[in-house]
């Protein structure tokens, strides 16, 4: 648990989603950082820690989903300054499930390049909801 909470203030602290001015440019740099690419280390731990949730104390699920609704209240703060025709908060549901695979495609290794593309296509996408 302290290494899970560990991580997640780290993650915090690094502020990927508080920048200004907010909007687009704060969730594509979300996607593009938010997940680790440091030698043996891919991914998000909080995310790759979701499928250990039938393992790991009650506790473990509290921290996650809290850290989730942050995230997702955040997301939702950028998009709004977009002036989206879709609702905010229904796209940043979108955009936490997107990172939410991103970080599991990562421990394919698939590399850096192939996520770049990936999040270009998906930003242009969701520039025009």
């Known amino acids: ?10 993650q915090g602290k ?11 440019k704060n969730i594509e740099n979300f996607l593009k950082n938010g997940p ?5 280390q891919q991914g998000c731990f909080s995310v790759n820690s979701m499928r250990e949730f039938a393992i790991l104390p009650d506790e473990a699920y509290a921290v996650v ?3 989730r609704a ?4 955040l997301l939702a703060m950028n998009i709004q300054t ?5 609702a905010p ?18 421990n394919l290794k698939s590399g850096k390049s192939s996520s770049t593309r990936k999040i270009k296509s998906f930003m ?3 520039r025009n909801l």
Do not use: D, Q
Request: proline content about 2%.
């Open 36 to 40: 680790l690419y440091k030698g043996e």
């Open 1 to 10: 648990m302290a290494c899970l909470r560990h991580y997640l203030e780290s």
């Open 14 to 24: 690094r502020g990927l989603l508080t920048k200004e001015p907010l909007g687009w």
């Open 89 to 106: 908060s229904a796209i940043a549901e979108m955009v936490l499930s997107y990172f939410s695979g991103l970080c599991i495609e990562r």
């Open 65 to 67: 989903t809290e850290n």
């Open 82 to 86: 977009e002036k989206t025709k879709m």
């Open 124 to 126: 242009t996408a969701l």
């Open 70 to 73: 942050l995230l997702e209240r």
